[in-house]
């Protein structure tokens, strides 16, 4: 993991904090502040008054959870655990092409950019990559190795989009972040088979994402906490109905044409290895 790079010692609120702006999804300035409280590199310059406030407005909201049930993790190590399994299969595939889908305020390129040389391309709507310009420019860490690119993710022909993003790299990753949980049943395969189709077209690579199963017990009460809190910060737009299981989530993943589907086990970090959680991170492979 790149924990260890350009931390977070740098001040997240700048003097002309850029106006919040109307487009752009809640939950990115959320989770911007999560991963800068949890001390992930570059995440202060993606800090947002919207973010500041949600964070804190779903903490109050959520302490009881862990606290009442401590096998159980609050909000931020959820979003830890699966942002730090995400990095951590970033890592072992050492790409030389990084593609992230509704990259949000996330600060995973940048630091494959600045500190890797690594080509980077995030790809979101328009608001969303306008106001990451803006913070890239406020902290002053733009970089050559990363492009933006305003583009509807449902619409047609992303598999032509990502062959073509993708066609001089020998080792390309994909990743989507807390992405497909958001999408009505028919998107979520219509992007996942356009992924796996873009990957097969270059000569193959890796899709990095996570997918929520339904659970019972109290690992089902987590996964009710989380929904609250994604309706708190949201205002009310919850995410998509979870997967019936692993194995329903696997079938889905392999049914959009991968030809590998590895589910990444918690224990590859330790800390968090011991907690319940409703969410799975999966590596998706095309040969």
């Known amino acids: 993991m790149l924990r260890g790079v350009m931390r977070n010692e740098a001040d997240p609120r700048p003097e002309a904090e850029p106006a919040e702006d109307s487009g752009i999804a809640p939950t990115a300035h959320y989770t911007a502040s999560a991963w800068y409280r949890l001390g992930f590199p570059y995440g202060f310059a993606f800090v947002t008054p919207e973010g500041r406030r949600a964070f804190w407005g779903v903490r109050i909201a959520g302490e009881w959870v862990p606290a009442v049930l401590p096998q159980l993790p609050s909000m931020l190590d959820y979003l830890e655990l699966r942002h730090a399994l995400l990095e951590d299969a970033v890592e072992r595939a050492q790409p030389d092409m990084l593609v992230e889908l509704a990259a949000g305020l996330s600060r995973r390129g940048i630091t494959w950019a600045r500190e890797r040389g690594v080509r980077v391309v995030e790809v979101d709507l328009p608001p969303m990559i306008a106001r990451k310009r803006t913070q890239l420019a406020l902290h002053g860490i ?9 583009r509807d993710l449902l619409e047609p022909d992303l598999d032509v989009f990502l062959a073509e993003t993708l066609r001089d790299a020998a080792r390309p990753v994909i990743v989507a972040e807390g992405f497909l949980g ?20 270059v000569g193959g690579g890796v899709f990095l994402c996570d997918l929520r199963m339904k659970r019972s017990g109290t690992a089902r009460a987590l996964s009710n906490a989380i929904r609250l809190g994604i309706m708190a910060v949201t205002r ?20 959009a044409g991968f030809d590998d589907v590895e589910v990444l086990a918690p224990d590859l970090i330790p ?17």
């Open 142 to 150: 733009e970089s050559d190795a990363m492009t933006l690119v305003a």
């Open 182 to 201: 958001y999408l009505a049943e028919a998107e979520r395969s219509l992007v996942v088979a356009a992924v796996a189709e873009g990957l097969r077209r």
């Open 236 to 255: 009310g737009h919850s995410a998509k109905p979870d997967f019936a299981s692993q194995d329903a989530a696997e079938g889905f993943l392999r049914a």
């Open 271 to 287: 800390r968090l290895a011991h907690l319940e959680t409703p969410n799975r991170v999966f590596a998706c492979r095309v040969y």
